[in-house]
């Protein structure tokens, strides 16, 4: 059906008139702006916040951790109230041979049964390294009508120190490994070629077509970095394999504890209270939350009507950029735009830094001449430092919907 008032007018009396139903294509003077319409989603908030540290001339960065330990220790196996050894277990981020060098002979150790309601302090008599087995004696027990109780492995065995007698002899150091933390290079590469003919044709709007493709590629190896930075995963160059280097999700995936949740799909103040505290427990407190803005969002939901932009305004707001946890941390919170909504992370960023291959963080080249064209490649090879991923100083969602 056609609405009849959309008809265009034809005069009978006269003749039709020329309209612009009439134009022959192209024939007429187009009004082409000059000002490109771009849309280039570029925002790099996570290495604009960890920066870049020295240049490296090798093929890979390492850095050396050491970990004093958590302060406690597990048991491999449940202890029957009637023993008087147990064997020590990984605690924290430890294994167990390390975790076992918290304590020596004459430490005094003290735990709590949840399920018995006792407590109990625990001398150590002696450390057998070769089998993590710990020779002790109970030294009180209050809660209890004996002086044994039984140890779970989830229980936590608190040391409490090593105190010793008037004229004391001197015993064993027990000095922890250092180990090597490392990140390979990895090698982005973006070309650009232009034809003879098109480098002269002048373009509405962008001027020059090599200069704006230049551009365009740069702006898209940044974003890029960011994020094999945060998503990435490692994988060994080969002659047959491009390397890539371990991204945040690379080095925290696979971990485990209270600063890794990967079973949280609602991110709730609970939760994040959790990861944060983890990450707080071992030593970080400068902490920033990066997260699809669905996932920053939820700050502001959580209670509205405490958000006040003053202390003494009484409107109420509906954004926020940062939020006090429970453990008395103040985290930043910094939407990303357009990436994946399943991740969020609590990241410590002065524990981070992208390091470049010396000399080229950055490369842009124009190629020799091999026909009627031009070719530019921009090259960047780097990695990323990340200390304390192995200490649980940062923290990750990996499931939230």
């Known amino acids: 059906m056609a609405i009849t008032a959309w008809a265009a007018s034809a005069a009978t009396d006269r003749g039709a008139p020329q309209s612009t139903l009439d134009i022959v294509s192209n024939t007429d003077k187009r009004d082409v702006s000059d000002m490109l319409d771009l849309l280039a989603i570029m925002e ?8 870049w540290g020295s240049e490296s001339a090798a093929t890979s960065i390492e850095w050396i951790t050491e970990d004093l330990g958590p302060g406690y220790i597990h048991l ?8 008087v050894s147990f064997v020590v277990a990984s605690a924290g981020t430890l ?3 390390e975790a076992l060098k918290q304590i020596t002979e004459g430490t005094v150790m003290y735990h709590y049964s949840s399920t018995d309601g006792e407590h109990n302090l625990i001398g150590v008599e002696s450390v057998t390294t070769a089998t993590g087995t710990v020779i ?3 030294l009180c027990c209050i809660g209890a009508l004996t002086d044994k109780t039984s140890i779970v492995v989830a229980d936590k065995i608190w040391v409490l120190g090593s105190p010793v007698n008037t004229g004391s002899l001197p015993r064993q150091g027990k000095p922890r490994d250092r180990a090597l933390a490392s990140n390979t290079m990895m090698i982005l590469r973006k070309d650009v070629q ?3 003919s098109m480098k002269a044709t002048d373009m509405y709007a962008i001027g020059k077509e090599d200069q704006h493709q230049i551009l365009m590629r740069l702006k ?13 995963d490692g994988l060994a160059r080969s002659t047959t394999v491009a390397g ?10 696979g971990q485990s504890g209270d600063h890794i949740d990967t079973s949280t799909t609602t991110l709730t103040e609970t939760a994040l209270n959790n990861v ?3 990450c707080w427990d071992n030593g970080s407190d400068h902490l920033t939350f990066y997260g699809h803005r669905d996932q920053c969002a939820k700050f502001s939901q959580w209670d509205k009507n405490r958000i006040r932009m003053s202390p003494r305004d009484g409107r109420g707001g509906g954004f926020i950029n940062k939020y006090m946890t429970e453990v008395g941390v103040e985290i930043d919170i910094v939407p990303l735009r357009r990436r994946p909504k399943n991740f969020a992370f609590v990241l410590d960023t002065s524990k981070m830094r992208l390091r470049a291959k010396k000399g080229r963080k950055l490369v842009m080249e124009k190629l020799g001449k091999s026909g009627d064209f031009d070719d530019w490649q921009i090259i960047s090879e780097f990695s990323l430092e990340m200390r304390g991923y192995n200490q649980g100083q940062h923290g990750i969602f990996t499931k939230l919907s």
Do not use: N
Request: hydrophobic residues 45%.
């Open 220 to 232: 898209e190896m940044q974003r890029d970095r960011e994020m094999l930075t945060l998503y990435g």
């Open 136 to 138: 002790f004696e109970v």
């Open 244 to 253: 890539l280097m371990k991204g945040v999700f690379g080095f925290l995936g």
């Open 194 to 196: 232009i034809t003879g």
């Open 44 to 51: 790099t908030p996570v290495i604009d916040d960890i920066g």
């Open 276 to 278: 944060v505290g983890g």
């Open 95 to 97: 294994e167990s041979a």
């Open 76 to 83: 491999s196996v449940v202890m029957g109230s009637a023993a």
